[in-house]
């Protein structure tokens, strides 16, 4: 069904809410990495993608702010993310973005399976009438 506009101005102020939750939370866990690595320990490779992950995300949020600060420009985000899509941090995206990005993934790595698997038995074939 339809959803009002009050409804709908209630899920976007929760959406956020729960992005700028989210963020915090991996601001918090990533502190404690950096300390972790300041103190000579090893990071795990997740642990890594992860500090990465959260940094990317703090350096996106800073654009994203002016939306929320000035005046009347969050009427103007959705254009900007139409433009710019990786602009809001990844706390902020919702569940069929992410499942669109990956599904794109998938298809891409279908693709070069493909492609190199066509490859590979073009090069069988070249080798197969050398030595015939």
Known sequence: GKKSLRQKFVDELKHYSRGFHLLWTDTKVAARMVWRLLHGQVLTRRER???LRTCADLFRLVPFLVF???PFMEFLLPVFLKLFPQMLPSTFETES???EKLRKKLNAKLE????LRETIAEMAKRNKADSG
Do not use: Y
């Open 97 to 99: 973005k992410r499942e």
């Open 68 to 70: 929320v600060i000035v």
């Open 112 to 115: 070069l399976a493909k492609f």
């Open 49 to 51: 993608r992860r500090l």
